[in-house]
Nanobody, 120 residues
Framework: QVQVAESGGGLVQPGGSLTLSCAASGSIFDISAMGWYRQAPGKERELVATITTGGSINYADSVKGRFTISADNTKNTVVLQMNSLKPEDTAVYYC??????????????WGQGTQVIVSS
């Protein structure tokens, strides 16, 4: 079992910055990747950024050049630095941890989410 917990959401003006953190606990050595997803009102949950234990990073096109994901393996933490925020970035942001098992299967563990509001 893996638990993940987010922190760092809030209200920010357009063009501003926020930093989200996600701390993993439990069977952390089984984790193959962690990342951030978001869900805006009336929309489906979408990928924001992911990082594997090997250091491979993937970003959604909508956040490339503005958001940066990084991992601190000593603290079992993944950080999402969000710059140049836009109103369309408003959403609940969820941390995700992936644990592979069997042949090609994965468990996905989710945090409770943290609200990000970009508004003037």
């Amino acid at each position: 079992q893996v638990q993940v917990a987010e922190s760092g959401g809030g209200l920010v003006q357009p063009g501003g910055s926020l930093t989200l953190s996600c701390a993993a606990s439990g069977s952390i050595f089984d984790i193959s990747a962690m990342g951030w997803y978001r869900q805006a009102p009336g929309k489906e949950r979408e990928l924001v950024a992911t990082i594997t234990t090997g250091g491979s990073i993937n970003y959604a096109d909508s956040v490339k050049g503005r958001f940066t994901i990084s991992a601190d393996n000593t603290k079992n933490t993944v950080v999402l630095q969000m710059n140049s925020l836009k109103p369309e970035d408003t959403a609940v942001y969820y941390c995700n941890a992936v644990v592979p098992y069997g042949l090609g299967s994965e468990y996905h563990y989710w945090g409770q989410g943290t609200q990000v509001i970009v508004s003037s």
